[in-house]
T-cell receptor
Framework: AQSVSQHNHHVILSEAASLELGCNYS??????LFWYVQYPGQHLQLLLK??????LVKGIKGFEAEFIKSKFSFNLRKPSVQWSDTAEYFC?????????????FGSGTQLTVLP | ETGVTQSPTHLIKTRGQQVTLRCSSQ?????VSWYQQALGQGPQFIFQ???????GRGNFPPRFSGLQFPNYSSELNVNALELDDSALYLC????????????FGQGTRLTVV
């Protein structure tokens, strides 16, 4: 079975600081990778996704992530955070092929951006 | 807005009772998945429905059951509620294709007292 680790449980940054959130997964096969964001009181929203091709993917709101297959990692980055980025961020994986089509999520990283 | 709607948004139940949560999937999506998100945790997969049949199940006991209807909407039923069932229950809809993303509803906050 697959698993996802997010090493940072709570990150506090000042506006304009750069952000990198770590995500590592454990699975022996090929996966699709996702980052979701959950703003306070709102539903989970997709930030970005990786299926195949260029391992550097760009998402909404200036976020990007890099898939490093050899490290089983899919870290999320943003060059300059804003107060409105305060939210909880979840990394998720979904195995490709077979019958297992569910998402496996990490435990999340709470990002607080100070104005 | 994702087009995935869940009802109710909040409810409070007593231990031992039964509860039914509802989900309307985004137009055209034929697959519905349910997740449980405990406080401070990531969502945990409960089960998935496709063509009105359960198509995958996580590590949840049989008292968690579900249905999918011909219009692809879905229900999650939980019998014999326990205090640990208190959580946010999320519904996600998607197409049943390889490279696709899931769209989530706002969830139902269940409190068991």
């Amino acid at each position: 079975a697959q698993s996802v680790s997010q090493h940072n449980h709570h990150v506090i940054l000042s506006e304009a600081a750069s952000l990198e959130l770590g995500c590592n997964y454990s699975y022996g096969g090929t996966v699709n990778l996702f980052w979701y964001v959950q703003y306070p009181g709102q539903h989970l929203q997709l930030l970005l996704k990786y299926f195949s091709g260029d391992p550097l993917v760009k998402g909404i709101k200036g976020f990007e992530a890099e898939f490093i297959k050899s490290k089983f990692s899919f870290n999320l980055r943003k060059p300059s955070v804003q107060w409105s980025d305060t939210a909880e961020y979840f990394c998720a994986v979904k195995p490709r092929g077979g019958s297992a089509r569910q998402l496996t999520f990490g435990s999340g990283t709470q990002l607080t951006v100070l104005p | 807005e994702t087009g995935v709607t869940q009802s109710p948004t909040h409810l409070i139940k007593t231990r031992g009772q039964q509860v039914t949560l509802r989900c309307s999937s985004q137009s055209g999506h034929n697959t519905v998945s349910w997740y449980q998100q405990a406080l401070g945790q990531g969502p945990q997969f409960i089960f998935q429905y496709y063509r009105e049949e359960e198509n995958g199940r996580g590590n949840f006991p049989p008292r968690f059951s579900g249905l999918q209807f011909p219009n692809y909407s879905s229900e999650l039923n939980v019998n014999a509620l326990e205090l640990d069932d208190s959580a946010l229950y999320l519904c996600a809809s998607s197409f049943r294709t390889e490279n696709t993303e899931a769209f989530f509803g706002q969830g139902t906050r269940l409190t068991v007292v």
